[in-house]
């Protein structure tokens, strides 16, 4: 085929169009079949937006207009306009050009995302200066697929999981993922719901509080709501709940400080916050590694019959 022009709209038979890109989008059927009965009415009103991979133009966007004209009886072309872009580009515009149609979905955004960071080689805060967004937006994105387990994040593909309910999710250590999935299931558990249940197993401090969790979610969201019980469990004794509360704390702090490492939250830290934080992750470092050996060492003594 003869290339069409970079910059103008041409006519493009509808199967010289490539599908390249078209991993970083849903296919929603809903979608397709309103765009469909739209050009059997109207015809298209707008064209679509393609980038030239191997002298053929590859669909940036119009994915449902170019799916839909396909079932649309004697509709064999559509007008395309042919833009320049090498593939960093070319995805930032897939996020860009969406945003006045049906807006990507989180998880659409999450594949560009991460494209970008382990395909392009682009660090996370030039990811962000690319699509215009904050460097904590790049970070929730890539997170949302590095973070959750296989199953757990094929439900996400599927749509039979929120991006709101995976993020939850990602907060746990992933051998503890595929659990709560499976008590969300089992007891339908809502958006908020489920973020007490997350809350509770991460401030979990035995194995016994972590199996009442996922055995029992609702009861165990109903203990920490009564002032009366909040922070108390009946089998310590007062001081191993003081050393409890002081646990649970400690590792909410654990968890944030984890996936301010792992996000890259430092990276937007100016020179003289670096100066005075540097001694202090020096020290966490040291602390850290000094506790874990004394909690190990502990652990293995406890766990002694």
């Known amino acids: 085929m003869i290339p069409c022009p970079v910059g103008q709209v041409t006519a493009v038979r509808l199967d010289e169009l490539g599908d390249h890109f078209r991993r970083y989008r849903l296919r929603v059927p809903q979608a397709i079949q309103a765009m469909t009965q739209s050009l059997r009415r109207w015809g298209q009103c707008a064209p679509i937006v393609a980038t030239l991979r191997q002298e053929r133009p590859q669909v940036l966007d119009g994915f449902t207009r170019w799916e839909a004209a396909q079932q649309v009886r004697g509709m064999t072309t559509l007008s395309v306009r042919l833009v320049e872009l090498d593939d960093r580009h070319a995805k930032a515009a ?25 395909e392009d080689g682009l660090a996370q ?15 929730r994105r890539l997170a949302l697929l590095e973070k959750l387990s296989d199953d757990v994040r094929q439900e996400l593909e599927v749509g039979l999981l929120t ?7 990602a907060r746990l250590p992933a051998g503890n993922q595929s659990e709560v999935l499976d008590v969300s299931r089992r007891e339908a558990l809502n958006g908020d719901e489920l973020s007490g249940v997350v809350r509770l197993l991460l401030g979990s401090v035995t194995d016994e509080q972590k199996q009442f969790v996922l055995a029992k979610p609702r009861d165990a969201l109903g203990h920490v709501a009564a002032p009366e019980q909040q922070g ?7 001081r191993g709940n003081r050393v409890s509360k002081q646990m649970v704390v400690l590792l909410d702090r654990l968890a944030w400080v984890e996936n301010f490492l792992e996000c890259r939250g430092w990276t937007s ?10 001694p202090v992750f020096a020290r966490l470092a040291r602390d850290a590694t000094s506790v874990a050996e004394g909690a190990g060492d502990l652990a293995l003594e406890m766990n002694r019959p």
């Open 94 to 118: 897939i996020y860009g050009l969406n945003q006045t149609g049906r807006r990507p979905y989180e998880l659409e955004e999450a594949w560009l995302v991460q494209a970008l960071v382990r």
């Open 125 to 139: 805060s030039e990811v962000a200066e690319l699509m215009g967004r904050h460097k904590s937006w790049v970070c």
């Open 163 to 169: 991006p709101t309910a995976a993020r939850e999710i």
């Open 232 to 238: 108390w469990d009946a089998r310590l004794s007062a």
């Open 269 to 278: 830290l100016t020179a003289s916050d670096r100066l005075v934080l540097g």
